[in-house]
C-alpha cells in the first residue's frame, strides 16, 4: 500500500491540501480512481476499468481524448462497489507514508527514497517483504526533517536516504 501513500502525498502537492483533507479509502474492485468532494456535499468520481493505458492516453493527448484500447466499464459485471477504511496495521507501509505527508519537507522524499532501496532489497533477496516497512521506517527515525529549498538539496537527501536504507539492509543479514 505504500502506493496508496505516494498518491496521498502526490494529491497533497498537487491540490494543495494537507493530509488531514485526504481520506485513503481501500476499493477492491479498483474502478473509481478518484473521488472529488465538494462543498455542498456532492461526490464527483471518476471510474474507469483497472488499465494503465487510459491515464497514460488521458496525459498523451491532454487536454484531448484519444483511444486507449482499454474496454469500456460494463457496471452491470461489475454490479457493486465495495469500499473500506485502510487498516493501517496490516499496511504499515501506508501509515508511514500519512505519517511523511504530516511531516511535510523533506520526509517524503525521504520515505520515497527509503521505499526504492527497500523493494530493491527485497526484490535482491537480501530483505523479507514484512521488513521493507522496518526499512522505511528506520530511515525515517534517523531522518532530521528539513524543508527543502533547492533541486540539489532534496537530492543530497534523497542520496542520504539510499545510503542509510542501504545500511539498515545489510545489518539485517
Not at 2 to 21: H, R, V
Not at 89 to 98: D, Q, T, V
Not at 156 to 166: F, G, I, M, P
Request: overall charge negative; hydrophobic content about 45%.
Amino acid at each position: 500500500m505504500m502506493n496508496k501513500g505516494l498518491e496521498l502525498i502526490e494529491a497533497c502537492w498537487l491540490f494543495g491540501l494537507s493530509p488531514n483533507e485526504i481520506d485513503v479509502v481501500i476499493h477492491p474492485q479498483s474502478v473509481i480512481h478518484s473521488m472529488v468532494e465538494y462543498v455542498d456535499g456532492s461526490v464527483l468520481a471518476q471510474l474507469g476499468n483497472p488499465d494503465m493505458r487510459t491515464p497514460i492516453a488521458h496525459a498523451l493527448a491532454w487536454p484531448e481524448r484519444i483511444e486507449s484500447g482499454v474496454a469500456s466499464l460494463d457496471l452491470i459485471a461489475t454490479a457493486r462497489l465495495d469500499f473500506g477504511a485502510p487498516d493501517l496495521k496490516r499496511f504499515p507501509c501506508l501509515g508511514l507514508a500519512i505519517q511523511a505527508a504530516k511531516q511535510g519537507g523533506s520526509a517524503p522524499a525521504v520515505l520515497n527514497a527509503a521505499n526504492e532501496i527497500a523493494v530493491e532489497g527485497f526484490l535482491q533477496g537480501q530483505l523479507s517483504f514484512i521488513n521493507i516497512a522496518r526499512i522505511v521506517a528506520d530511515t525515517l527515525e534517523k531522518h532530521e526533517v528539513a524543508e527543502l529549498d533547492s533541486l540539489e538539496h532534496v537530492q543530497q537527501l534523497d542520496t542520504k536516504a539510499r545510503e542509510v536504507a542501504l545500511k539498515l539492509i545489510r545489518s539485517t543479514r
